[in-house]
């Protein structure tokens, strides 16, 4: 495939990669699937390429990251790779450890659960700010934002797929209009990352994604917050617990994955 547009990031690949003299530059890194990126932008391109990897599964929860590695496989400086990969430990994608170096964030089945409680009280909070305009017109952004999650098509990238379902959720707290949960969003979806990669690697399973987030938002034009509860009990903690058991069951059996 060739290098990405300042645009977009390109698509990940399993296959090594060249430098532009021709030579190969990943070897042992071209299990990252990682691709060369254009100049334009190139730290966000760095950044984009990364995320992607996380998403798909090429780069491991808890894989050790190095510049060096990275520069040659996505044929941009140290420099670039340094700054890409600060931002995205700023973001929580990425772990810095002392004399260690950066790894992808991997989550503990606890802390996977910690954060599903944590989101549905935080959701909860923001379907009661929407309810509560008497307008209405917070309640439309959650169906502008329904219908385009709606558009997606079930075999859609997975990373775009991904990218629409953390849109989704953002817009149901940028539609609460609190400025509290607005400010915690960037934080959240650095953990939502890694939790939808994992369920991904378990299951991909679009229809199951599309029909659950559906049910939440009848329950949202309900305005009964007690099927709201329920239907955010099913679409995070219940997932989450599902995923956790998927997770832990090779762990637990001594079988293999």
């Not at 691709?35 to 966000?44: A, D, G, M, T």
């Amino acid at each position: 495939m060739a290098p990405v547009s300042g645009k977009r990031s390109g698509c990940m690949a399993l296959n090594s990669g060249t430098d532009e003299a021709g030579n190969g530059v990943l070897g042992a890194a071209g299990s990252s699937g990682l691709l060369p990126v254009s100049s334009i932008s190139r730290r966000e391109a760095v950044m984009n390429e990364i995320r992607r990897a996380i998403v798909l599964g090429t780069l491991k929860p808890g894989e050790k990251l190095t510049e060096n590695r990275l520069a040659a496989a996505l044929n941009v400086s140290r420099p670039t790779v340094r700054e890409a990969l600060t931002q995205l430990a700023q973001e929580g994608l990425l772990i810095q450890e002392p004399y260690r170096g950066l790894r992808v964030a991997d989550l503990e089945p606890r802390a996977i659960m910690d954060i599903a409680r944590t989101r549905v009280a935080l959701d909860m909070l923001a379907v009661e700010e929407i309810l509560a305009d008497q307008t209405g017109r917070r309640l439309e952004r959650v169906r502008a934002a329904w219908e385009e999650f709606d558009r997606l098509p079930l075999d859609a990238d997975p990373v775009e797929a991904q990218d629409a379902h953390v849109a989704f959720h953002r817009s149901i707290w940028a539609a609460s209009e609190n400025t509290l949960l607005i400010r915690l969003q960037p934080v959240t979806e650095a953990h939502i990352t890694i939790v939808l990669a994992l369920d991904q690697a378990a299951r991909g399973n679009p229809r199951r994604a599309h029909d659950v987030h559906k049910q939440l938002v009848e329950a949202i034009f309900s305005r009964d917050l007690d099927q709201v509860r329920k239907a955010l009990t099913t679409h995070t903690i219940a997932n989450a617990k599902e995923l956790v058991a998927m997770l832990t069951a090779p762990a637990a059996t001594g079988t293999a994955s």
